[in-house]
T-cell receptor, first 115, second 113 residues
Framework: DAGVIQSPRHEVTEMGQEVTLRCKPI?????LFWYRQTMMRGLELLIY????????DSGMPEDRFSAKMPNASFSTLKIQPSEPRDSAVYFC?????????????FGAGSRLTVL | AQSVTQPDIHITVSEGASLELRCNYS??????LFWYVQSPGQGLQLLLK??????LVQGIKGFEAEFKRSQSSFNLRKPSVHWSDAAEYFC???????????FGTGTRLTIIP
């Protein structure tokens, strides 16, 4: 099992540019989560999907952020336009249904720097 | 709404000494409780979890945690720390029927020789 795979691991961009972060969950996992980690705010849940359907996007900061899950093996988090305050580490996590629900497996994260 | 408090931002422990990291939660019913560890530049790894039953749960790497309902606590312990335990530790709370987890702000653990 390759685990949760995120790309890119590091992204440096300029303010105003579009950023797309990608995530491949563990095969067979039904839920996918996007978290953001900053020194000031810690780990914040941005959005999560169950069976490819967005369930809770109340953590998405504003309209500049969007997330999609077109199929069970792929999700994207897009920021357009990016701003310096978006600089953070973005984590994707997945979990199975049933007795394993709530047990999240995290990817290694995508570190975003917006200049 | 559920919440988690980790009162210690940073703890320093000598190698070989015992460790206890504190976690308090706020939730009306019986929570699901978790401890995760994050090494520098890495994602979060599950150490242990509590769903129900025995209030003392064992995890990986020699860690254990005890659920105390009366104190709304789920403290993490290890009898003897190793230099490789230096990392950031996160407590998290979830609930039955809702898959998302709420994380505490983390405790950074430094090990000194």
């Amino acid at each position: 099992d390759a685990g949760v795979i995120q790309s890119p691991r590091h992204e440096v961009t300029e303010m105003g540019q579009e950023v797309t972060l990608r995530c491949k969950p563990i095969s067979g996992h039904n839920s996918l989560f996007w978290y953001r980690q900053t020194m000031m705010r810690g780990l914040e849940l941005l959005i999560y999907f169950n069976n490819n359907v967005p369930i809770d996007d109340s953590g998405m900061p504003e309209d500049r952020f969007s997330a999609k899950m077109p199929n069970a093996s792929f999700s994207t988090l897009k920021i357009q336009p990016s701003e310096p305050r978006d600089s953070a580490v973005y984590f994707c996590a997945s979990s199975p249904q049933g007795s394993g629900a709530n047990v999240l497996t995290f990817g290694a994260g995508s570190r975003l720097t917006v200049l | 709404a559920q919440s988690v408090t980790q009162p210690d931002i940073h703890i320093t422990v000598s190698e070989g000494a015992s460790l206890e990291l504190r976690c308090n939660y706020s939730y009306g019913a019986t929570p699901y409780l978790f401890w995760y560890v994050q090494s520098p530049g890495q994602g979060l790894q599950l150490l242990l979890k509590y769903f129900s039953g025995d209030t003392l749960v064992q995890g990986i790497k020699g860690f254990e945690a005890e659920f105390k309902r009366s104190q709304s606590s789920f403290n993490l312990r290890k009898p003897s720390v190793h230099w490789s335990d230096a990392a950031e530790y996160f407590c998290a709370v979830g609930e039955f029927g809702n898959e998302k987890l709420t994380f505490g702000t983390g405790t950074r653990l430094t090990i000194i020789p």
